[in-house]
Every structure is written in structure tokens, then in C-alpha cells.
T-cell receptor, first 115, second 116 residues
């Protein structure tokens, strides 16, 4: 399995509070992604990173921000959590080089509940 | 723009029967196509992918998919379903070959149920 960890794995928080989710990789992959998964919507891209300090928005980026200060860590922040952000969040990593290029590897997910 | 459509949010088959999960894509340039599987309470894992070369791609657990450009399809098949195949399956596409725009677009998923 690709070395990806997410923390925390479960979190319950209240509306209006800030929340930060962490994704950590040990594979030295260039690309990192944050998705949310909701019933009936599949996986939707929130933000992604194509290098240290290089990030861009996905299709559902409103209410979220990200930071990547080093290769191995990609942080997702909900500035002021809302109930609509209750979801399962997945981090993924990827790279283009080598026989396993063009493949994204997924972390185990973080289940976030906003009350 | 890139997009995928998975026909059928839920497919039910009997153990031993053929599995067919449908995926159609939309793109203006040759795509890279992927199938991922998600078991309950787990992350996604790659089943197979098509990038270039042979259009019939074999993956793990006996699954295969065929890239048909004329039909803009990449359907996933398995000749004989096993109980352990019960999971959610996602088709994904990318048109990018790197740079700052390298990302996948996923379909909404198909839940496969296997009946004994």
C-alpha cells in the first residue's frame, strides 16, 4: 500500500468552528489531492497541489483552503465549518513517472460531522 | 472538458454471473481512463487503467475493461462474480499529461451487489 495517512480519522465539530485535516505521504509524490465523498455525488475534487506551495481549486472549493509547505504534507482547512461540509474526506497522491505513473493512491479517509 | 457517466447507480448480480459496469466518457482529446474499487469503510484502490497501447486492459481480481473510442466507452467486466466483488466501483478520466492541471474526474459510482 502507498504510504498515505490521514488525521484525524474521525471528527465531530460544531458549526462555525475551524477544522484542519492533515494528509501525510511517504512516497515523495509530486501531486496531492483532497476529495469529498457524498452519497449520489461520487468523489468531488476540492483542491489539489502540483508541488510545494503550488495549489489550485477543484470543483467544490468554496469554504475550503489548503496549504502545502513541504512535499509530504497537504492540509485542508475549513475556515468556519457548516453542516453541508459533513462528509468523508479523502486524500490522494499521484505522480507521472515510473511504471505506476498516472495512478492516484488514496488514503483511508476522514469522516467529518458538523453539528 | 472531461467527464464520465456511469450508467446505473446500483447493479445486482448472482454469484457466478457476468458482471458488466458501464462507463462512458466525454473528451476532445485521447483520454486516460481508470476504474477504482471501494470496499466498505475503505479508500479507493486502482483496479485497472488505460493510457495507451492495447485497448483491452486486464486488472486485479479478474476484472478487465475495453477502451472503445468509437463508442466513447470503457465498460468494466468480469466473467464470473464472486461474493467478495461486492463494493462500489468508480470510473475516472483525465485528459492531462502533467503540469499544473493533472487531475481526475470521477463518475458517481456504481454499487455492485452479489447475491448468493
Amino acid at each position: 500500500d502507498a504510504g498515505i495517512t490521514q488525521s484525524p480519522r474521525h471528527k465531530v465539530t460544531e458549526t462555525g468552528t475551524p477544522v484542519t485535516l492533515r494528509c501525510h505521504q511517504t512516497e515523495n509524490h509530486r501531486y496531492m489531492y483532497w476529495y469529498r465523498q457524498d452519497p449520489g455525488h461520487g468523489l468531488r475534487l476540492i483542491h489539489y497541489s502540483y508541488g510545494v506551495k503550488d495549489t489550485d481549486k477543484g470543483e467544490v472549493s468554496d469554504g475550503y483552503s489548503v496549504s502545502r509547505s513541504k512535499t509530504e504534507d497537504f492540509l485542508l482547512t475549513l475556515e468556519s465549518a457548516t453542516s453541508s461540509q459533513t462528509s468523508v474526506y479523502f486524500c490522494a497522491i499521484g505522480d507521472l513517472a515510473g511504471p505506476l505513473g498516472d495512478t492516484q493512491y488514496f488514503g483511508p479517509g476522514t469522516r467529518l460531522t458538523v453539528l | 472538458a472531461q467527464s464520465v457517466t456511469q450508467l446505473g447507480s446500483h447493479v445486482s448480480v448472482s454469484e457466478g454471473a457476468l458482471v458488466l459496469l458501464r462507463c462512458n466518457y466525454s473528451s476532445s482529446v485521447p483520454p486516460y481512463l481508470f476504474w477504482y474499487v471501494q470496499y466498505p469503510n475503505q479508500g479507493l484502490q486502482l483496479l485497472l487503467k488505460y493510457t495507451t497501447g492495447a485497448t483491452l486492459v486486464k486488472g486485479i481480481n479478474g476484472f478487465e475493461a475495453e477502451f472503445k473510442k468509437s463508442e466513447t466507452s470503457f465498460h468494466l467486466t468480469k466473467p464470473s462474480a464472486h461474493m467478495s466483488d461486492a463494493a462500489e466501483y468508480f470510473c475516472a478520466v483525465t485528459l492531462s499529461r502533467g503540469g499544473s492541471n493533472y487531475k481526475l474526474t470521477f463518475g458517481k459510482g456504481t454499487l455492485l451487489t452479489v447475491n448468493p
